[in-house]
C-alpha cells in the first residue's frame, strides 16, 4: 500500500495551508482571471474564494487539494460573473415575444441601424442644412404615416407613455374607466397605481364583464377630465361580455369636451386576425374610429425596440413635447435607430418577411416540421432521443394569451440526463439554447429561432449526446 499524502489533523493547521490571495493569483486561474477581469478586480474575487473556502473547510484536505479548490472557487465566481453579462442567445422556447429574452426580437435592418448609429449620429442635427434638429422626428413622421394619427411622439416604453398621458391630461381631475380593465400587465404595471401616481382621481364604472356606453356617460361630472381604454392585454373575460365601441366612446368624451385615451399595450400596426390576433387592437382602426390619443409599445407586437409610442392630435401630442416630463421619458439614439428601421419595412411592405415577430407569427406548422425534421436528422447519431412532435407555441409579451399557434416541437429526452439536466446543458452552451421542460422532456420550438441558428442547435445536441 503507498502511503497516504499527509493529511491536515486539524482546522487550525489548515486554515495555514489555505494559499494567500496572492499565491492563488499566481495559480494558472488566478493569472488567467486577472488577464480578463483586470488585476484589482481579480483580487476581489480571489479574497472571496479563500474565504470561501475556509468558511467551508469540514473535512481533512492537503495544501495541493487545499489550493485546487481555491482555484476552482475563483474560476466559478467569474464564470459566473460572466454569465451575467448580456449576450445574445438563442430562443427555442416558442415564446415569441418572450420578456424575459428581450422580448421583440430585431429586424437585421434595425441590428444595422443600431451599430450604425452607436459612435456618433446626427440625432438632433439636420444633415440637409447643418442645423440643430429635433430628435425622433423621422420616426415621428413614419408613425403619422402609418397609423393616420396627426402627429405622434416616442418614449421610453408603454408604461411611460401612459403613465406620461395621464399626468399631463387627466392631472387633479378625474378618470373614467371601466372596472373590467382596471388590469396588472407583468405584475409591475397596475393601471390603478398608475393613476394615482399621476395624481388622477379613479371612477370604475360598469362591473367586470360588462360596461355600457350609459355607466360612461352618468359617470361624467365636472371634474372627469378623460375617458380610459385599457386593452386588458394578458387576460380575457369571455362568455357575457359587452363593452362600447371606440367610435361611441370617442363620441361620448367629444360630446362633454373630454380626452378620449386608449392604452393600446401591445398594438399592431397592421391587422393580424388572419393569425389568430382578432382581439389585438389594431392601431390605424383604433386612431379612424376616433381614438383622440393611443399608446402602444415598440416591442410587442410592433416587433421593433423598447419604446412607447403615444399617437393622436396634434394639439395634444405637442402638449406632451413640451411638457416637462418629456425630457425625462426621452428615448436614446439606437432606440430611434432601431424604430426607424422597424417602421421603414412596414412603408415598404415587406414587414411580414423582415420583422421577425410576424414572420414568426406567421410561420406555418408544415415548415417548422420541415425545418425540425431537418434538423434531427442533422444531428445525426446519438443517444439522445430526438422525436419531432405536435405542440402550441405562445405569443408572449402579455399579448394574445389565449392564442397558441400550432407548431411542431422537438421533444429532447435520453437515459442518462434528465430534462432538467438536458436544459442546464442546452443553456450552458455558447451560445446558449433556451429550451422549455415539459412533462419529462426538454422542448425546441424552431418557430422562434433563425434559420441561421440551426447549426448552433445541431452542435449543442451533438455535443449533450
Ligand atoms: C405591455 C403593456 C403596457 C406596458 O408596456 P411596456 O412597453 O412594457 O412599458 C402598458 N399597457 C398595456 C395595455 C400593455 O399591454
Redesign the pocket.
Known amino acids: 500500500m503507498s502511503p497516504m499524502p499527509r493529511k491536515n489533523p486539524n482546522k487550525t493547521e489548515m486554515f495555514r495551508d489555505l494559499p494567500s490571495v496572492d499565491e492563488l493569483l499566481r495559480s494558472d486561474i488566478g493569472r488567467d482571471t486577472a488577464a480578463q477581469a483586470g488585476r484589482e478586480h481579480a483580487t476581489r474575487l480571489a479574497r472571496r474564494a479563500v474565504a470561501d473556502v475556509r468558511a467551508s473547510l469540514a473535512d481533512t484536505a492537503t495544501k495541493a487539494e487545499l489550493m485546487q479548490r481555491t482555484a476552482d472557487a475563483l474560476a466559478s465566481l467569474w464564470r459566473g460573473e460572466r454569465l451575467l453579462r448580456i449576450r445574445r442567445v438563442i430562443n427555442a422556447t416558442g415564446v415569441i415575444i418572450h ?1 424575459n429574452l428581450g ?1 421583440a426580437p430585431l429586424s437585421k435592418a434595425a441590428r444595422e441601424a443600431i451599430v450604425s448609429a452607436a459612435l456618433s449620429a446626427n440625432v438632433e442635427y439636420y444633415l440637409a442644412s447643418g442645423k440643430r434638429g429635433r430628435r425622433g422626428a423621422f420616426a415621428e413622421q413614419l408613425i403619422v404615416e402609418l397609423t393616420g394619427a396627426e402627429d405622434a411622439l416616442v418614449v ?7 403613465f406620461f398621458v395621464l399626468k399631463a391630461f387627466a392631472y387633479g381631475g378625474e378618470v373614467v374607466i371601466s372596472r373590467g380593465e382596471m ?1 396588472e ?2 405584475g409591475d ?1 397596475r ?1 390603478p397605481d398608475v393613476l394615482e401616481r399621476s395624481d388622477a382621481t379613479l371612477r370604475e364604472v360598469g362591473t367586470t364583464n360588462r360596461t355600457k356606453l350609459a355607466d360612461y356617460q352618468n359617470a361624467i361630472g365636472k371634474n372627469t377630465r378623460m375617458l380610459l381604454r ?5 387576460y380575457r373575460i369571455v362568455g357575457f361580455t359587452a363593452t362600447p365601441s371606440t367610435a361611441e366612446l370617442a363620441k361620448l368624451a367629444k360630446s362633454k369636451r373630454i380626452v378620449y385615451y386608449e ?5 399592431a400596426l397592421v391587422d393580424l386576425s388572419q393569425y389568430g390576433l382578432a382581439d389585438e387592437p389594431v392601431v390605424p382602426r383604433a386612431i379612424k374610429d376616433g381614438a383622440e390619443i393611443v ?6 407586437l410592433l416587433g421593433g425596440p ?3 409610442i403615444i399617437a393622436g392630435k396634434r394639439k395634444l401630442i405637442e402638449q406632451l413635447r413640451k411638457h416637462p416630463l418629456q425630457r425625462a421619458l426621452r428615448v436614446d439614439k439606437t432606440a430611434f435607430a432601431a424604430l426607424e428601421a422597424t417602421l421603414l419595412s412596414y412603408r415598404q411592405g415587406s414587414h411580414m418577411t423582415d420583422i421577425p415577430v410576424l414572420s414568426q407569427l406567421s410561420a406555418r406548422p408544415g415548415s417548422i416540421e420541415r425545418r425540425a425534421s431537418r434538423l434531427v436528422k442533422a444531428v445525426g447519431k446519438t443517444p439522445l432521443t430526438l422525436k419531432v412532435v405536435e405542440g402550441r407555441s405562445v405569443v408572449g ?3 394574445a394569451p389565449d392564442v397558441h399557434p400550432p407548431t411542431f416541437l422537438i421533444s429532447v429526452t435520453s437515459k442518462k440526463l434528465s430534462a432538467r439536466a438536458i436544459e442546464e446543458k442546452l443553456r450552458a452552451n455558447v451560445p446558449p439554447v433556451i429550451s422549455r421542460v415539459d412533462g419529462g422532456r426538454v422542448i425546441l420550438d424552431l418557430r422562434t429561432v433563425a434559420k441561421s441558428d440551426e447549426a448552433a442547435i445541431v452542435d449543442a445536441l451533438r455535443y449533450l449526446g
Open positions: 420578456t422580448r421610453n416604453n408603454c408604461a411611460a407613455a401612459a388590469v400587465i407583468g404595471f393601471v385599457v386593452h386588458p392585454s394578458n392604452d393600446l399595450g401591445s398594438g399608446s402602444f409599445s415598440g416591442d410587442k423598447q419604446c412607447g409579451g402579455g399579448a
